[in-house]
């Protein structure tokens, strides 16, 4: 970890004039999208990427106060089915994606041009057009906001995991010991609260971007009008002869890569596993008859619940 912090710190130190210009540029690209709720999409040019993990420590600084502080020792679930997931002693962990790190990079050696080379990917949630998370939450927790944000409150989630499952990256990640459900059913409700990337929409909605934005050195990504930023994509992969994923999966999602070798290469070639989400082909989850017929079911019982969250919340905080 000393060696990783040394690294970071070295690098900061000798791009903050490249940071600064970088961030002024993005602003301006981002200004159009901060109006009126429009839908906001990111493009991020993967062969820009050089790794050096500003990102992920300016997003680990700036949703500090959004991190959960667990209650311990946790209470014993009953029946034993659901398992205690606690990073609290594992905070700095940026090898993955974490209740704590929402935000990581994925590595890939590969082939380009016959010489390999290493490739680095920012990985995070993937913002979907029609998120399986927000349409699936039984408690409402999971909500999309106008410009196509999607986030997880806190104060009602349960813990249950549902997001996760539904989610064909399974990027959502729970920290037992914290939320709601230790208020209600210690004992027998959810187990702790769900995190995961929210696009720093609070930063958004005083008209700033995302701090990953707003620090990386190589202006990797670019934040605007999701219209936009598809044009971009195009125009960037047609004259790179590179790849877009995320225009089409799962319907479609607001993060859009640009690669310059194909996306199932790339897929081979990174790390996969709990907290290191894949780059495969994704069908539209929201399109299944199963899950849009549960949807329908769901909508107004996860309404209800929500409403009961935060008035049992209010009425806590109130004694």
Known sequence: MVQK???RLFLKAGITAACSVAATSSVAKAAKAMDKGE?????????????CE?????????????QPEPK???P????NRVPVEDWSEKREVTEQLTPYTWLYIQSATVKIFGKNQQLTIPRRCMHCI??????????????????????????ICLGGSKCKEVCPWSI?????????????MPAFAGNGVMYKCDRCYDRI??????????????????????NKILEQAHKLAKETNGYIYGENENGGTNTIYVSPIPFDQLNKAIEKGEGKPHLNKVKDMMSLGNNLALAMLIAPIAGAAAAFGKFYKMTKEEK
Not at 54 to 66: D, I, P, Q, S
Not at 139 to 151: C, M, P, T, Y
């Open 5 to 7: 912090l040394s690294r």
């Open 39 to 51: 839908p906001i999409a990111t493009m991020l040019d993967i062969s820009k990427c050089i790794g």
């Open 172 to 184: 959502p990640q729970r920290q037992t010991g914290v939320g709601l459900y230790l208020n209600l």
């Open 72 to 74: 311990k020792p946790f």
């Open 76 to 79: 014993k679930m009953y029946p």
């Open 54 to 66: 500003e990102c992920v420590y300016a997003c680990k600084e700036v949703n500090a106060k959004k």
């Open 205 to 226: 909605a005083d008209g700033k971007i995302p701090a990953c934005i707003e620090v990386c050195p190589e202006d990797v990504q670019t934040i605007g009008p999701r």
């Open 130 to 155: 029609n998120p399986p998370c927000v349409k699936l939450c039984p408690w409402g927790a999971a909500k999309q906001l106008d410009n196509e944000i999607s986030r997880i409150d806190d104060d």
